[in-house]
């Protein structure tokens, strides 16, 4: 049982209700819960929410440019091996199937980097 002359500590998430009245004391009160601390918990559960996802899209930003620089990176570097080697067996400098060659690569590693690091976050 809670003692009548009970005193609580104020606290700005709550508020008094009026219960009954006495002779001796006017109003008798109860403490209940406002919902402002409710609204304080989802605005911070919100906020929490927007900052995860925000880091999400960094994070799949940065994936992305990560997986744009190797694919590149790859593909211009069989093309440069492969043109010095065209270069070598043919004597001279022409447009050939190497180029193809270092697109498809750049595209096998693309779509290699994609499965590793999961791409399938679009699907969402």
Same mark, same amino acid.
């Given at each position: ?7 609580? +500590? ?26 402002? +601390?409710?609204?304080?918990r989802? &605005?911070?559960?919100?906020? /929490?929410? &927007?900052?995860?996802? #925000?880091?999400? &899209?960094? /994070?799949?930003? %940065?994936?992305?440019?990560? &997986? #744009? @620089? %190797?694919s590149?990176?790859?593909? @211009?570097?069989?093309?440069?091996? @492969? ?17 193809? #060659?270092?697109?498809? #690569? ?9 499965? /590793? ?8």
């Amino acid at each position: 049982m809670s003692d009548v002359c009970e005193m609580y +500590e104020l606290r700005e998430d709550m508020e008094y209700q009026p219960v009954c009245e006495n002779s001796q004391n006017r109003v008798y009160v109860s403490l209940v819960r406002s919902d402002a +601390e409710r609204e304080l918990r989802a &605005k911070e559960a919100r906020r /929490i929410r &927007k900052e995860k996802e #925000f880091a999400r &899209k960094v /994070i799949r930003t %940065a994936a992305e440019g990560i &997986k #744009f @620089l %190797a694919s590149a990176g790859s593909g @211009l570097g069989v093309l440069h091996v @492969l043109s010095a080697k065209m270069l070598e067996v043919r004597g001279y400098s022409a447009v050939g199937g190497e180029y193809l #060659f270092a697109a498809v #690569f750049a595209v096998v590693v693309w779509n290699l980097l994609d499965s /590793i690091t999961g791409g399938d976050y679009l699907d969402e």
